[in-house]
Each structure stands twice: as structure tokens, then as C-alpha cells.
């Protein structure tokens, strides 16, 4: 490969470090072009975008990016793909759902600006919520005290019609 394909390439992956907030390393050496394909069409439906690397390329972009990737040195062994992502939990939900257990293997993760190395992290980069489901979350939160206020004042409205009605039914 010559050496302007090579930076291209570094260049091509550094805007990709800044384009996604974050990323999952993956070993795919147990895939078949068939499993690799069906991998590829998974993470596409979920909006993952999932790149083959070459690990000293994926060095060199580690080495110009602003943040620090050295915890990742280590994990660049072997076959690596990259999946980059928009949503922290959605590589790590697609990997654990993935037909073959242990393959694809999460070598590491960059996701909510932590690094997270290791097969073993998996159930916390899926418990990870996304935006979305932060915000679901915290409008519930909000709506539980106001049903709860409304239902009260509804309440209390019935049983303040209901005294006031037996009163005047009431004979003097």
C-alpha cells in the first residue's frame, strides 16, 4: 500500500474518531464473508457504521486524535473492525444478540467518553441508556407528580361535590 493511500486512510478514520462520539473495536476473525455480510447489513438497519482496519493505521489515528486512546493500544491485535456509532448501546446490544456467541468479540470500547476494554464489559456498554431513553425517562419522572396532583384535585373536587350535595338533600 502506498504511503498517500496510508494517510488517506489515517485522515479518513481521524474524522471518523470526531465524527462519532463513539466506537467499538471488534475482533471478527471468526466470521465467514457470509456472517461478515450479514454483521454488516445488522449494524446498517441500526445505523452503525462498521469499518475492517488495518491496527497500525488505526494506531496512527489514535495517536492524532485530541483525546487520549492509549488504553486501546493493547486491543489492536489481530483482525479489527471498527463499528462507529451515534448511540452508546446499540453495538454493544447488537453484539450481544449476535447468533455465535463470543464472535463477533468486543476487544474494546470508547462510549460516553469512557474507555471500557475487555469482552467482559458488554452488559455495561449495554446498560448504557441512550439520549432517547434519558429523556423518556426524565419526562416520566416529571409527568408521575402531575398525575398524581391532578388525581388528587379530581378527588378531592368529587368528594367536595358529594358533601355538598348530601348537605342539601339533607331535610332542615
Not at 470526531?18 to 476473525?29: A, I, Q, T
Not at 448501546?89 to 450481544?96: F, G, H, M, S, Y
Not at 468486543?106 to 441512550?130: P, R, T
Request: glycine letters at 6%; hydrophobic letters at 40%.
Amino acid at each position: 500500500m502506498k504511503r498517500e493511500v496510508k494517510d488517506t486512510i489515517i485522515v479518513d478514520l481521524g474524522n471518523k474518531l470526531k465524527e462519532y462520539p463513539h466506537f467499538y473495536l471488534v475482533d471478527v476473525s471468526g466470521l465467514n464473508a457470509e456472517d461478515t455480510s450479514q454483521l454488516r447489513r445488522k449494524c446498517f438497519k441500526k445505523e452503525i457504521e462498521m469499518v475492517v482496519v488495518k491496527n497500525t493505521l488505526l494506531h496512527k489515528a489514535f495517536e492524532a486524535s485530541d483525546i487520549d486512546f492509549e488504553p486501546l493500544y493493547e486491543t489492536l491485535k489481530g483482525s479489527t473492525a471498527v463499528m462507529f456509532t451515534k448511540t452508546a448501546n446499540e453495538p454493544a446490544k447488537l453484539l450481544k444478540e449476535y447468533l455465535k456467541p463470543g464472535i463477533p468479540a468486543l476487544k474494546a470500547a470508547y462510549a460516553e467518553e469512557g474507555i471500557f476494554v475487555g469482552a467482559d464489559k458488554l452488559e455495561e456498554l449495554v446498560a448504557i441508556k441512550s439520549k432517547n431513553e434519558l429523556i423518556a425517562d426524565i419526562v416520566a419522572l416529571l409527568q408521575s407528580p402531575a398525575k398524581n396532583v391532578v388525581s388528587a384535585l379530581q378527588s378531592g373536587a368529587n368528594t367536595i361535590h358529594g358533601v355538598l350535595k348530601t348537605l342539601g338533600e339533607r331535610p332542615e
